[in-house]
Structure formats: structure tokens, C-alpha cells
């Protein structure tokens, strides 16, 4: 019918806006790349422009797809409100949740719009913490759902309480700074850290000293948005997940080779005994809005 979007279509152009291409967002469609790339074709004849941009490192949305995934994810958000209203779920209430700052830094401010949006009775109120903290207080803490950042490569011993996890990700790390960043071609490497407190500040310093690279710490920020400027003021490099990544850095390359880092995963920590049902509909809720 003319003058009518199409749900499924909107949805992909969501998609490929998060993800960055086709090829990712394929998966989390549950499509092929080339079926996703037929979607953005309908839609595209629907509207009568171009909506996605395709290049080398992936695609972006045209001014035009811009301001039609704003109103996609307005309707998709209307959509999935109308379907839980209809087999009368309405999940209302206070939820406490703990995240580490690493998680999807410039993403998570939109993902908690789409929750509000979906759900008007449902008050969440997030905090920042570390990782460390999350997982220790994640049985008695002042927060109701955590989550959290593990560095992988070692075999963690397996527990019940690990199988109970929710992984919502994994990602890279990387060794990265500004791009105008100049890296000295001999002498200690400049860093960009966060405290002591941080278990990845831990890894960096103690994976270069296993390697021999001398250092210094250039500068210490006390959240990631700290570091992101430190990183925009040009003040060293340091090592960032992927999704965590300003988009002025880009991984380091040239003269000076710093050592491999491991994966890092992201997790929902294990649900407490005996927590109210609210929380652990929201917890399932969360990990379909955050995966």
C-alpha cells in the first residue's frame, strides 16, 4: 500500500545505522548480506532516495536515512509497545542498574532513550562503576542488574554463577590515539589512562612491561569521556574495546609496534537469589536492547 513503511524494512536500516554495514548487521538480522542489501533497495524505492551510502570500511546513512531512521525507531518503538500492551505486558517501576563506562560509550544515551521510549512506567537509574566493583557487589550491592567488562585469553575456572552470566558481546582491544597523533619514534611510549582502580590500566602496563616497551604516563582521566578528550588533546595512546573508540582515534600504526591484546567480553552478572520478578523481566529486556 502506498504511503506505508514497511516494519521489517525499517528495522534493517536501524541496523546497518548501528552496526556501521551490511555485512554486520546481517547477522543480528538473521539474513544474508545480500538479502539485507534487497531491503535497503524496497525501501529505498518506497521513498524515492538513496538511504544508505556504501563504502570501503562499511556504510553510512545519507542525509536522507538519517532522518528516516529517527522516525524508524520511533515507530519500531510504538510497534513493540502496542504488541506488549496487547498480551497485556507493562513493565513499570524503579530498576537500579550499574554499568562499566566501557560498554558502547557514544551508543548507550541512544539505547536508554529506545528503553524510555518503550517503556513510559519503567524508571531506570544508571550509574557508571567499575568492573571490579560490579562483579564483587553483585550479590549485595546498592544496584538491582550490573554489567561488566571481563578481559579474556586466560581459562577462567567455570562456576555456577559464570554459566548464569548474560554475554551480551565480545570485543577487541586495541592500541589507539588521535589521529593527528604523532608517535615518537623512539623513547617511552606516552599513555592516556584511567586510575589505578581500572583492571584495564592494570593489563596495559603490566602486557608492556612483560614486552620490554618503555612508557610513561601521560595523563591520567577518571572516566572514559575523560579519556576520550585526552586522546582529542593529543596527549598519548592507550587501549580501548571497539565499541569505545572515539571517532577521531584510530589504532596506532607505523614506528612503534605495541604488543597484542586479548578480547574483552561483556556481561549481565548473574541474577541474585529470590530478586523480584520486575528484575529479571527487565534483565531479559535489557539483554535484547544492549546485545
Known sequence: MRGLFDL?????????DETGSLSAAAPRLFRSQSAVSEQVRKLEATCGLPLVSRGKTGASLTP??????AHARDLLAMSRAAYRDMQGAQLAGD???A??????????PAILRRVRDQFPKLRLHVSIRRSA???DEANEGDFDIGLSMTVLGKRRAKSSAAGRRIVLRREALAWVAD?????????????????ETCSLRRLMLKTLDA??????????ASGVGGLHLAL???LGVTCLNSSALPEAAAPIAGVRKLPAMPEVEFCLVPARAGEPPIVAAVRSMLAEQLG
Open 99 to 108: 554499568i562499566t563506562d566501557y560498554f558502547r560509550p557514544r551508543a548507550l
Open 133 to 135: 566493583a560490579i562483579e
Open 232 to 234: 582529542a588533546a593529543g
Open 211 to 220: 614486552h620490554g616497551v618503555p612508557y610513561t604516563i601521560a595523563h591520567s
Open 8 to 16: 521489517d524494512l525499517l528495522n534493517a536500516l536501524v541496523a546497518i
Open 95 to 97: 530498576i537500579r542498574i
Open 64 to 69: 536522507a536515512g538519517q532522518r528516516l531512521v
Open 179 to 195: 589521529k593527528s597523533f604523532a608517535m615518537p619514534e623512539s623513547g617511552p611510549a606516552p599513555l592516556v589512562v584511567l586510575p
